[in-house]
């Protein structure tokens, strides 16, 4: 059971790069996050989709693209890398329905480093 | 906006104690809530949770209370193990709003040998 997997897990860029972030789910979970996490900010979220090909804003998008075209993949691209979007990015999945349809699973983390 | 906020930053606990870590809420509303383990360098990982028709709930070595009266919930850890050391949060949310779970910012458990 893969569960949810990030690539890559560390990456440095520098500013101005095009950057591209992915995550992968094995349970078939429609919803599906990105998150960041920075140091006294905790957990933010970025974009979200709700299935294929239906993606929604979060609380912190801009500088941020994302596509959902299968349900099992959400990449992140940021577009124009800033200093800024140094930090720890958490994808994470939640099922559709069930008791635990609310309860969002993570992965294990990217750790981007912008220069 | 509402949030979910923790009372102690860091507590640190001797192998073999019970540790109980607190969480207050804000949003009334909140019918949902989960407590995560997050150890350094990784991500946070599902530990337990418990909807709002409960107050209290337990699995293994870890029992969650929710207290609705005054917006609390906190995480016990039955015979706390070095391998507990970690940074554990509480997120709220409600059922039916997949996108808006939230989270707090967390409290750094230490366990001292």
């Known amino acids: 059971d893969a569960g949810i997997t990030q690539s890559p897990r560390y990456k440095i860029t520098e500013t101005g790069r095009q950057v591209t972030l992915m995550c992968h789910q094995t349970?078939?979970?429609?919803?599906m996050f990105w998150y960041r996490q920075d140091l006294g900010h905790g957990l933010r979220l970025i974009y979200y989709?709700?299935?294929?090909?239906?993606?929604d804003k979060g609380e912190v998008p801009d500088g941020y693209v994302v596509s959902r075209s299968k349900t099992e993949n959400f990449p992140l691209t940021l577009e124009s890398a800033t200093r800024s979007q140094t930090s720890v990015y958490f994808c994470?999945?939640?099922?559709?329905?069930?008791?635990?349809?609310?309860?969002?699973?993570f992965g294990p983390g990217t750790r981007l480093l912008v220069l | 906006g509402e949030s979910v906020g923790l009372h102690l930053p860091t507590l640190s606990v001797q192998e073999g104690d019970n540790s109980i870590i607190n969480c207050a809420y804000s949003?009334?509303?909140?019918?949902?809530f989960i407590w995560y383990k997050q150890e350094s360098g990784k991500g946070p990982q599902f530990i337990i949770d418990?909807?709002?028709?409960?107050d209290k709930r337990q699995g293994q070595r870890v029992t969650v209370l929710l207290n609705k009266t005054v917006k609390h919930l906190s995480l016990q850890i039955a015979a706390t193990q070095p391998g507990d050391s970690a940074v554990y949060f509480c997120?709220?949310?409600?059922?039916?709003?997949?996108?808006?779970?939230?989270f707090g910012t967390g409290t750094r458990l230490q366990v001292t040998l």
């Open positions: 949003n009334s509303a909140s019918d949902y």
């Open positions: 349970w078939s979970h429609s919803y």
């Open positions: 989709s709700a299935a294929a090909d239906i993606t």
């Open positions: 418990i909807r709002s028709n409960m």
């Open positions: 994470a999945s939640s099922p559709t329905a069930g008791v635990y349809q609310e309860t969002q699973y």
């Open positions: 997120a709220e949310i409600v059922t039916g709003t997949a996108s808006k779970l939230t």
